[in-house]
């Protein structure tokens, strides 16, 4: 069965404390791994997409990157603005997204 | 400018009750959906239409029905809630179906309440 996991569930930064979030994940066939970000309250924004061991995307502070096993969102000088619960998902085929049970991020000042 | 929206954002009700939930998107999208989000956070899909025809149906019991009236609307009605539906659900639309790998864009959420 196809499954996300993320670590750690929970990650608490000072501002400007560089880190890194984990998605392992076990599905033949990936057809695309996709990370999100959720604020309290609201539904998760969408932030990347990749596609094949070896791709990274950033934005802003935030650069993913993806291995045959594992993704990694890079947070880099973190502000407060960035603290959110980060969501990753794979798709595997014509299939549905599945999606891990999130990293809650707090950046405190 | 809201792109998907859905309501109601609350929904507090007794066991037994029905209720719907409406969502509608103004992204001009052709695909829509409806996640549920537990307690533990997990998103798991629920339904899917593309162009009000029904693509994606998970294992869902059968008290859930969604309905499209076009592609710009799908609404989900529950019968005989139980404590269990208790959870967030969110309507979310794509570009195209999540074969493709179009990123959903979800609503804000209607938290449901079942005592």
């Known amino acids: 069965e196809d499954q996300v996991t993320q670590s750690p569930e929970a990650l608490r930064l000072q501002e400007g404390e560089s880190s890194s979030l984990n998605c392992s994940y076990t599905v033949s066939g990936l057809r695309g791994l996709f990370w999100y970000r959720q604020d309290p309250g609201k539904g998760p924004e969408f932030l990347f997409t990749?596609?094949?061991a070896g791709e990274e995307k950033e934005k802003e502070r935030l650069k993913a990157t993806l291995t045959k096993k594992e993704s990694f969102l890079h947070i880099t000088a973190p502000k407060p603005e960035d603290s959110a619960t980060y969501l990753c998902a794979v798709r595997r085929g014509a299939q549905k997204l599945v999606f891990g049970q999130g990293t809650r991020l707090t950046i405190n000042p | 400018d809201t792109a998907v929206s859905q309501t109601p954002k609350y929904l507090v009700t007794q066991m037994g009750n029905d209720k719907s939930i409406k969502c509608e998107q103004n992204l001009g999208h052709d695909t829509m959906y409806w996640y549920k989000q537990d307690s533990k956070k997990f998103l798991k899909i629920m339904f899917s239409y593309n162009n009000k025809e029904l693509i994606i149906n998970e294992t869902v019991p059968n008290r859930f029905s969604p309905k499209s009236p076009d592609k710009a609307h799908l609404n989900l009605h529950i019968n005989s809630l139980e404590l269990g539906d208790s959870a967030v659900y969110f309507c979310a639309s794509s570009q195209r179906g999540q074969e493709t790998g179009s990123p959903l864009h979800f609503g804000n959420g209607t938290r449901l309440t079942v005592t």
């Open positions: 990749l596609y094949s």
